[in-house]
């Protein structure tokens, strides 16, 4: 076969690419992601059973809307660096806006309290829960993505992306523990759901040249 047959063979037949197939493809993984999480929170650790007060309520709110904040943010950054070359006119900065809100909060929560009172706010009495629960939650979203991201994507950055799949996840992770936690500070949400948010990304970013390789 000559070189123009093969071609005019492989110009036969040419659909559109449908740019935004990878949009919709990661829109199903990240609602397969959120749903697997809360019902993984939800049958694990259950709801907090004081959502009938008005300050409760309040406060699950607020670390929901970190949460999403975090995962809306992300999701749009993921879906432009999946694509081949996305990563080069793509500037995350950005995705520290929701970090750096809550924790602007959470200083003039602190400045407002009396210090007497910091240890509570920071510490509170379910660190440890949240420390371990967010992470291990995030491992469900965390494979949901991943694999579909494999199977419908080529990224050329394989860190920077598995770093937005992380920070994914963990925000995705915490929107289901923030049903069960019972902590209701700034400043713990700041510490504790924004650094277990921020480990789920730098596990991703290890993660990813292994786990996103053709």
Not at 74 to 96: C, D, N, W
Not at 176 to 204: E, K, N, Q, R
Request: net charge positive.
């Amino acid at each position: 076969m000559k070189t123009e047959q093969l071609i005019d063979m492989l110009n036969t037949n040419v659909e559109p690419v449908d740019r935004r197939l990878f949009a919709r493809k990661l829109r199903i993984a990240l609602a397969a992601g959120v749903l697997v999480a809360l019902v993984a929170a939800l049958l694990v650790l259950g709801v907090r059973a004081d959502l009938k007060s008005a300050n409760a309520l309040g406060f699950l709110l607020l670390k929901l809307a970190f949460a999403v904040s975090v995962v809306g943010v992300a999701s749009l950054y993921l879906m432009k660096v999946i694509r081949p070359g996305g990563e080069q006119t793509t500037h995350s900065f950005l995705v520290l806006a929701p970090f750096g809100i809550i924790a602007v909060l959470a200083a003039l929560s602190l400045g407002n309290a009396p210090s007497s009172h910091w240890k509570t706010m920071v510490v509170g009495e379910m660190w440890l829960e949240c420390l371990l629960s967010i992470p291990i939650i995030a491992t469900l979203p965390f494979a949901v993505l991943v694999f579909s991201v494999r199977r419908f994507a080529t990224p050329t950055d394989l860190t920077r992306t598995g770093a937005f799949v992380g920070l994914v996840a963990g925000g995705v992770s915490a929107m289901g523990y923030a049903l069960h936690c019972m902590d209701d500070s700034l400043p713990f949400v700041a510490l504790w759901y924004g650094g277990t948010i921020a480990f789920c990304t730098l596990a991703g970013a290890l993660l990813g040249p292994r786990l996103l390789r053709w």
